[in-house]
Nanobody
């Protein structure tokens, strides 16, 4: 199983980026998918998640209204559209996959079985 995250880069505050997470070795349409981020010196934190069965989405309060998670089942890819970026969004962004959520723990890193490598997002002020 491989999750390949891409799309990070250096942008200015207020700009947009779209991250992609291409899955191989699993059918992303049958997995719950999440995005997390980790800034230097900080713990990994939840950003967004999408359930496989009904495409219900979840967001951290800090990104609600600015970020959108979506999936393209035909391409086995999950996206994170990030708008109105701020310097506080600077971090390595990771995608993750799990077959099942237990007790709706979609925002807990330990819930996820598979992780991609990080893609760095840097937002300058």
């Amino acid at each position: 199983v491989q999750l390949q995250a891409s799309g990070g880069g250096l942008v200015q505050a207020g700009d947009s980026l779209r991250l992609s997470c291409a899955a191989s070795g699993l059918t992303s349409s049958s997995y719950n998918m999440g995005w997390f981020r980790q800034a230097p010196g900080k713990e990994r934190e939840f950003v967004a998640a999408i359930r496989w069965s009904v495409s219900i989405t979840y967001y951290a309060d800090s990104v609600k209204g600015r970020f959108t998670i979506s999936r393209d089942n035909a391409k086995n890819t999950v996206f994170l559209q990030m708008n109105s970026l701020t310097p506080e969004d600077t971090a390595d962004y990771y995608c993750a996959a799990t077959k099942y959520y237990v007790d709706d723990n979609y925002d807990i890193p330990a819930t996820y079985d598979y992780w991609g490598q990080g893609t760095l997002v840097t937002v300058s002020s």
